[in-house]
């Protein structure tokens, strides 16, 4: 396949335990699988970094790290500022790990108490400065909508939120859809509803008094609980899953 004229970034948001990352290992065997692009996974979730575990691709280095590195050598006067600021794509490139599917990066996680919104500033500029090296970016996002109300998603193409069968997951969509309705400027936007059995007529009825884009459901997968279960990588998941044909189905849709 052609690449693509311009970079296209997805976000993909939700509360905690909706299953973002598994959308996002899912998403991203999707695209290496079926299609020729350059992808770039970044794991903007500095509480639990599961993502790289998952798609077997561990970073030696964070945006977290980065960000401590520098700090400490501005303390120590070891460089000039001038020479700081020149290398800082460079730290940032060499940050990145790959594979022959994708690549990825990952915001890290704090190593003391403190607010994180220096390596979310980071995060920011990142996604605006190195998107235009690959074709499509996944950033699995961290639960709720502070990554939102930060101005670190601003500039993505397309918002995912995801939620459970839960009224609860339904509630904070549409909290997340409405800090994103301010504070970004996607081109699109819908909700996944995951982990689905049983009958759901009343989330979609609820869905649709609130005039929400449902944009797939996608069931309860016995074999990702399997995987989960035995700790093993969610990127080797079966083609033949049923969560993961309906993912590609997705994918189809979103690359249209």
């Known amino acids: 396949m052609l690449k693509r004229i311009r970079p296209l970034t997805i976000a993909i948001l939700g509360k905690g335990g909706v299953g973002k ?12 699988t079926d299609y020729n692009y350059k992808l770039l996974l970044i794991d903007a979730d500095p509480t639990y970094p599961h993502l790289s575990k998952m798609v077997k691709l561990i970073p030696e280095k964070s945006i977290e790290d980065l960000r401590a590195d520098l700090v400490n050598t501005v303390l120590n006067k070891q460089d000039s500022a001038d020479n700081i600021a020149e290398s ?29 919104c220096p390596s979310n500033t980071i995060l920011r500029k990142v996604i605006e400065s190195i998107s235009k090296d690959f074709d499509i970016i996944l950033i699995d996002c961290e639960a709720g909508l502070e990554i939102v109300n930060r101005l670190v998603i601003q500039s993505v193409d397309i918002i995912l939120i995801v939620s ?45 008094s609130l005039h929400f884009n449902l944009m797939g459901i996608i069931p309860e997968d016995i074999k990702v609980i399997e995987f989960d279960l035995n700790g093993k990588p969610l990127i080797d998941l079966p083609l033949e899953s049923e969560s993961y044909i309906k993912v590609q189905k997705l994918v189809k849709t979103l690359l249209k």
Not at 21 to 32: D, G, N, P, Q, R
Not at 90 to 116: M, T
Request: aromatic share 8%.
């Open 88 to 116: 800082i794509d460079f730290k940032v490139y060499n940050a990145i790990v790959e594979s022959k599917q994708f690549s990825l990066f990952s915001i890290g996680q704090p190593e003391g108490p403190g607010c994180f």
């Open 164 to 208: 459970d069968i839960s009224i609860r997951g339904i509630d904070t969509a549409e909290a997340i859809r409405k800090s994103a309705e301010k504070f970004t400027k996607y081109k699109r936007m819908g909700i996944i509803i995951n982990k689905v059995k049983g009958d759901i007529s009343s989330i979609l009825k609820k869905l649709e």
């Open 21 to 32: 990352t598994i959308l996002t290992v899912l998403m991203a065997k999707s695209i290496s």
